[in-house]
């Protein structure tokens, strides 16, 4: 084989490598450089600290409540969104009537703007708004959906629940496609009734797409960002303040880029544990663990 037609291949791997270095590899490494300056004093002249920041940060009260508030968003969105969305597509996998339709409709929320659900449902959860009303009218006390340090957080998770749904679904709706249905007739043969069928059948045929779902949702839910912009700003009382707005408030509210840059670092060696936990607890034996 000649030089040329040995190294044609990597000659396509060039661009998606270029891709990688200007949007990932060099911010990546930019940002460690900068998590060990202090900027909070003169943004033009920062002074090196070393581990100042990251010090800083594991003493800090305020930034260790935004990594229980980011896990307390993951463990409300999180298991939702893995379950809910698998039995939606289970239940459209079957013969029904209008399922193309049911499927547009679940799908619906993923293709709207993010931003535009956020200001909806907060249209919805205004002290005058929609919830708020029907409350009224049962005689229920109306709630502080965003402004009660005890359901803002809840009450953004449902609108990342909301827009999540159907794209999980979607995905769980293909890897059901790839089950063989020889399968699920042996289980009846066998007795099985349907929850069984699909305990002993459909779920371990598609745990690795289960491994994906849980590992994508819960990144998506350590990194939300809009929907706290939009709806909550981190309030009430820094209830809903979560690592990646703390991450924005810092950098560009405050122009502390050091310290914005050590918990962005901290934020990655989470996101990389999360994806690590998945990969153990769904797909150890693929790769022999």
Known sequence: MSFA??????????????MLAV????????TVYLSFFDYSKNIYSAQFVEWANYIYLLKSPQFLKTILNTFYFLILCVPFLVIFPLFLAILLNTKIHFKTL???????????????????????YAPEGLLNYFLSAANIKPLGWLSDPKFAM?????????????????????????VPKELYEAA?????????????????HIMPTIALVCTISSIS???????????????????TKTIVYYIYEKAFENLDLGLASAASVILLAVVMLFSLINIFVFERKKYGL
């Open 23 to 30: 949007f990932f590899f060099i911010p990546f490494f930019q």
């Open 102 to 124: 049911y499927k547009l409709v679940i799908y619906l929320p993923v293709v709207v703007s993010i931003v535009v659900v956020a200001i909806a449902f907060k249209w919805l």
């Open 221 to 239: 839910a350590l990194k939300v960002f809009v929907e706290i912009y939009v709806m909550t700003r981190g309030g009430p009382l820094d209830s």
């Open 154 to 178: 809840f009450s953004v998770a449902l609108v990342t629940i909301f827009k999540g749904v159907g794209y999980y679904m979607m995905i769980y709706l293909a890897a059901l496609m790839s």
């Open 5 to 18: 037609k040995r190294f044609t291949p990597y000659l396509f791997l060039i661009p998606a490598f270029v």
């Open 188 to 204: 009846e043969v066998d007795g099985a009734n349907e929850w069984q069928k699909h305990m002993t059948v459909t779920v371990p």
